[in-house]
């Protein structure tokens, strides 16, 4: 086929694809990156074989904004609503009819909002399952997870959406600050400041690998929690911060391996609930976007 026509086969799904790229991203400017980079791989494609370019071409959409899902090395600390509703302001007034059209099949600034805090594999999984009606058995290889695992993936993010409907903004920015100053008091040995960082009813959960094969445990109270944190203080030099299944947590990295995970869970200012994970498949089952540089 001439580039004429594979440009016309290209652009009758190109309001379909940006749409699919806008969910993901929630980016106009990064959406059309994703459908261009689309573009050049369909360009240099023999696609001549597929029966379903649609689809071929939403596959391919998805794997790129993946990839720029999971390359982000930070998160916005700036309100991510604030930025799509200024988005929205600036596309209504390009009066862009192709931009309107995608925007009216998307979404609205408060499910982006909302998505934003979904981890790479959950966003992508939701938004096309429940959004666009892709079946897990093809979305399981974009995700490079079995069909279950995509299927428990999008099922996470639909919670995850749901729960939020009823729920304050997750303000990462906070959460991000709290584990910050988790980890600079352990590094220091600092039991007060650990103190002030733990609610008093706190609880660490500590599975087998990470207590040292002695069976996992289960610890309650701020003090009792401080004092372990406090065996943590060696580890704390090859701590990194990150975002853990969406959740501001601490990976440790001797050597670069990761060989720890503290998924935290922050309210009022204070954790309430902090998981030790150290099991080999536990940890490879993480979706972690690290948050320093």
Not at 145 to 159: F, P
Not at 269 to 281: A, H, K, Q, T, Y
Request: proline content about 3%.
């Amino acid at each position: 086929m001439d580039d004429e026509g594979l440009a016309g086969m290209f652009e009758a799904n190109r309001t379909h694809l940006r749409a699919v790229a806008y969910r993901m991203l929630g980016s106009e400017t990064e959406a059309e990156d994703a459908v261009q980079e689309a573009w050049i791989r369909f360009n240099r494609s023999d696609t001549d074989a597929v029966d379903n370019l649609g689809g071929w071409l939403t596959t391919v959409v998805s794997r790129i904004c993946l990839d720029m899902l999971r390359s982000r090395r930070t998160r916005r600390e700036e309100s991510l609503e604030s930025t799509v509703v200024e988005l929205f302001e600036s596309r209504a007034a390009e009066a862009d009819p192709e931009g309107e059209a995608v925007l009216a099949d998307s979404v609205g600034p408060a499910l982006l909002v909302v998505l934003e805090m979904l981890t790479p594999g959950e966003r992508l999984a939701f938004v096309l399952h429940d959004m666009f009606g892709l079946p897990f058995e093809e979305i399981a290889p974009i995700v490079g997870r079995s069909t279950a695992a995509a299927r428990q993936l999008a099922s996470r993010g639909r919670r995850r959406v749901q729960g939020a409907t009823n729920a304050p903004e997750v303000d990462l920015t906070r959460q991000r600050e709290v584990v910050e100053a988790f980890i600079a008091a352990s590094r220091t040995g600092d039991f007060d400041a650990l103190l002030a960082l733990l609610d008093p009813d706190v609880v660490l959960r500590v599975d087998g690998a990470a207590a040292g094969g002695q069976g996992s445990k289960v610890i309650r109270g701020a003090e009792a929690v401080g004092g372990q944190a406090r065996l943590f203080s060696g580890r704390a030099r090859f701590a990194r911060v990150a975002l853990i299944d969406g959740t501001v947590g601490v990976v440790i990295l001797p050597r670069g391996r990761v060989t720890l995970a503290l998924v935290n869970r922050v309210a009022d200012g204070r954790i309430v609930e902090l998981e030790v994970i150290g099991e080999p498949d536990r940890l490879a089952a993480l979706d972690v976007t690290y948050l320093d540089t």
